[in-house]
């Protein structure tokens, strides 16, 4: 039976940092979570990477100093993004943020005086969707954010599986013949699929701004021509990709989140239609919607500080033993 | 401290059954294993797919009583092709042997009087190479055999992930446009660069007969043109394949085994060149070559029974403990 804890869990975004402090409870099964207090700050950005990890780190101390202000955290979960290797617990790389090779382990743990969890914003959120959310219940899942990128959190087994830092690029699964990536490679999936995307490609063919995703799924609503071909472009894609996964990890469901799923049946409509024709021997995944929009990273991170609390109680429990027979 | 174990280990192939008993111990981070007795019987074949398989109960039965005399083995371990469903201990479905859904777990437990792991044959081939062979020491690897068909074993934080059976099927990643795949989808992996394709594929474009795969890299150690199309495209077809595989899982290695990768240096040569070309943000995997051969699969169910073995010693040190407290 696991015991109630309370955590601050801390998300670090590319514009905002997200924080609660939160208390509840956590199995491998599912979880019960309450956000008691919950705060937004603007991430701090400097022109430099390094400067900008160590401005984080210290944003994030003075985020754990306020919320756990009167009480004494059991933990502290904080995520970040980018490249991140959550056993080493570096941040390899952050496009938006700059940073390579950034020790934020060490760093946290030098300034925060509680058990600590450190790891990666899409995987915590994967996970908090598969304990929490539209995933619960379910052991293989994927959780797919389709935003500016397209990064998946694999749940394999009822654990997040990370590869290193470099598991879930499925932004960059190469999908079909196509533009030049910032990767390196042509064709891949995020070209074609993510939001900013379909805004682009729109864009591109029409001449028309558009403030984003949400305004080509406007136009296709009312049946415009263009809207059709870059959508249907963004579906196909998709479901290529959706296939790929099938076929080597076979999920038992994807969970669609950031901006495009919120476009709900205008894109699960025609991506299980599509995948329809292209699921033949594998396993079908089912196509939900994600559940906990922006908190997951959040809640992932308190999920993540909770398994840390209890490592950390057992451990004293194991020293509290020996200190007894030693007596 | 895991315990030695005596059990016997069973590989039900598509033609042959090979067997051992075998003694050794195991934990998560490697193993011991001696064959201490071995044999191997044809696979019985009928004309109807649930006769087949009660006839490869009843084989797989004698074989444990001839391997069994004398001692008492601490468990017995059977792996199945085709499709097979772990957790249920079911065989969805086997091509070549022509059984669906037939329920083998619970019929060896009928005839089998102890404790029993039940499993797929590529999947303990990959957990072997794991723990025994070329991926020791490895927490994310990829075992890919290469022959008549192309499926993989994915061994993701140590530990074989099944998908409910369907994971795995990297033969079925659609890499390119090609020809029409038995599966139902166009441009399939293993129409392209599994054993068989290749020595197909030879045939098809210059009308000689070749016995298989092997007569084919003959033909291209001594500068033949038409083996070097056919091989460079199973190379880059292999290679694409292995580099999706990176961008969404993220193994540390491929080990490369079966009938393709007895090349050698032949196919990792150029293999690595080509995927030097696609890897860019990705965790770049190392290639191996199989260590442990056709034994791969009787290894890798002996360690899937010392786990039952060990499972077992488990619950009855529980029992005894129960039983102790009731007096």
Redesign the interface.
């Known amino acids: 039976m696991p015991s109630s804890q309370v955590v601050i869990a801390v998300d670090v975004g590319g514009t905002e940092i997200k924080a609660a402090l939160v208390s509840g409870c956590a199995d491998g099964d599912g979880a019960d979570l309450r956000e008691v207090r919950k705060l937004r700050r603007a991430t701090p950005k400097l022109p430099d990477g390094t400067e900008t990890a160590d401005a984080v780190v210290d944003a994030v101390c003075d985020i754990v100093a306020e919320l756990g202000e009167g009480v004494r955290p059991d933990a502290v979960g904080v995520v970040v993004p980018g490249?991140v290797d959550d056993q080493r617990r570096v941040g390899i790389f952050s496009a938006n943020l700059g940073w390579r090779d950034y020790p934020f382990g060490d760093a946290f743990a030098a300034k925060i005086p509680f058990p600590l969890a450190f790891g990666h914003d899409v995987r915590a959120g994967g996970l908090a969707e598969a304990r929490l959310g539209a995933g619960r219940g379910l052991e293989?899942l994927v959780v797919l954010p389709i935003g500016t990128g397209i990064a998946?959190a694999?749940i394999?087994?009822g654990?997040p599986?990370s590869?290193?830092?470099?598991?879930?690029?499925?932004g960059?699964?190469?999908i079909a013949d196509g533009p030049e990536c910032a990767?390196?490679?042509r064709g891949c999936l995020e070209l074609i699929a993510s939001s900013s995307a379909v805004a682009r490609r729109y864009t591109e063919r029409t001449g028309k701004a558009v403030s984003g995703a949400v305004d080509v799924a406007a136009a296709l609503r009312e049946g415009d021509e263009d809207a059709k071909v870059v959508w249907g472009d963004a579906v196909d894609a998709l479901a290529?990709a959706i296939?790929?996964?099938?076929?080597?990890?076979?999920?038992?469901a994807v969970v669609l989140g950031g901006g495009l799923a919120m476009a709900g049946e205008l894109l699960t409509g025609p991506l299980d239609a599509r995948l329809d024709e292209?699921i033949?021997?594998?396993?079908r995944p089912a196509l939900r919607q994600a559940a906990l929009g922006d908190r997951a990273g959040c809640l992932g991170a308190a999920l993540m500080a909770i398994g840390a609390a209890e490592t950390a109680e057992a451990v004293d429990a194991v020293d509290a033993d020996v200190a007894e027979e030693d007596r």
């Open positions: 490249l293989d998946g694999l394999l087994g654990r599986h590869g290193g830092g470099y598991a879930g690029e499925i960059h699964l190469v990767c390196g490679q290529k296939a790929q996964l099938a076929t080597v990890i076979a999920p038992q292209l033949t021997i594998q396993r």
